[in-house]
C-alpha cells in the first residue's frame, strides 16, 4: 500500500482525491495545517505527493522546494492555474507533472500509478537503485533514506552526503576538512558550526533506527562511524 499526501485547501476536493486514492488500495493523507506542510510530509513518509498552488500562507511552490531538500518522492501539481509559466514553475521548483483543474479524477489516478511504477514499481525494478550498505545498514542516496532492518528514516540532503561519507569510510576516522569539502557546493558554505548540527541531527536519525553511541567524534580530527549496531544482532 502506497501513501499520497493530498496538500488542497478545497475539503471537496481534497476528499474526492481521497476516496478515490482509498478505492485503488492506497491511503491518502489529507493536510489541513498549511503553515507546517513539510511536518506533515516527513511524519507521514508519503509515497507521492499532490500539491495545490494556491495555499494559505505559502504557495505549492515554496513548499515544493521544502520537501525537496528532504525527498525526492514525486510531486504532482494540481491546479486551476493553466498558464504555460506556472507550468514551467512548477517543474523548476521541483515538481514532476501537473494537472490542470478541472480534472478528471481517473486521470490524476493514472498520473499517481505512473508515478508510483516510474519510482518503486516495475520501470524502477529495470533501473538498478544505488545504495550504499555497510554492516547491515543501507542508504538510499536518491531516496535520501537511511535503513536498518525494518527500519527507515529520512534524510536531508546534506544529512545523505554525510552518512554516505561516513558508511564509504566505516571505521575509518574522516576529517573535518574532507565532509565540509564533501558538504560545501556553490551556492552554501558551510562552517565548522554547522557541520556539527547536522551531526547532531545524524545522531538523532540514526537513534531513531536504534543506533546508539555509533557515530565518534574525534577531537580535533573529525569523526568515525563505528558498525556497534551488529553488537545488537
Not at 504557495?59 to 494540481?78: A, E, L, M
Not at 514532476?96 to 500509478?113: L, Q, S
Not at 571505521?171 to 565540509?180: D, F, G
Request: net charge negative.
Amino acid at each position: 500500500m502506497y501513501r499520497i499526501m493530498i496538500v488542497e485547501d478545497d475539503p471537496k476536493i481534497a476528499e474526492l482525491l481521497q476516496s478515490y486514492i482509498t478505492k485503488y488500495g492506497d491511503e491518502g493523507v489529507i493536510v489541513s495545517d498549511f503553515e507546517h506542510v513539510l511536518d506533515k510530509f516527513q511524519e507521514t513518509q508519503v509515497h507521492v505527493v499532490l500539491m495545490d498552488i494556491n495555499l494559505p500562507s505559502f504557495d505549492g511552490f515554496y513548499w515544493c522546494r521544502q520537501i525537496r531538500t528532504v525527498s525526492t518522492c514525486p510531486i504532482i501539481f494540481i491546479s486551476a492555474r493553466n498558464g504555460e509559466m506556472d507550468q514551467v514553475r512548477a517543474i523548476e521548483n521541483g515538481g514532476d507533472d501537473y494537472i490542470t483543474k478541472p480534472f478528471h479524477y481517473e486521470v490524476v489516478m493514472a498520473k499517481i500509478r505512473s508515478q508510483l511504477r516510474r519510482v518503486y514499481g516495475d520501470y524502477a525494478a529495470k533501473m538498478k537503485e544505488r545504495t550504499v550498505e555497510n554492516a547491515g545498514i543501507i542508504l538510499y542516496p536518491e531516496r535520501m533514506e537511511l535503513h536498518l532492518k525494518d527500519k527507515m528514516v529520512p534524510l536531508t540532503r546534506k544529512e545523505t552526503i554525510l552518512m554516505e561519507t561516513l558508511i564509504e569510510r566505516c571505521q575509518r576516522i574522516v576529517s573535518r576538512e574532507t565532509i565540509l569539502e564533501k558538504l560545501w557546493d556553490d551556492d552554501t558554505f558551510v562552517d565548522d558550526n554547522t557541520l556539527s548540527v547536522n551531526m547532531t541531527r545524524i545522531r538523532k536519525k540514526m537513534a531513531e533506527l536504534g543506533i546508539e553511541d555509533a557515530l565518534e567524534t574525534i577531537r580535533g580530527v573529525g569523526y568515525r562511524l563505528s558498525a556497534k549496531w551488529q553488537d545488537k544482532e
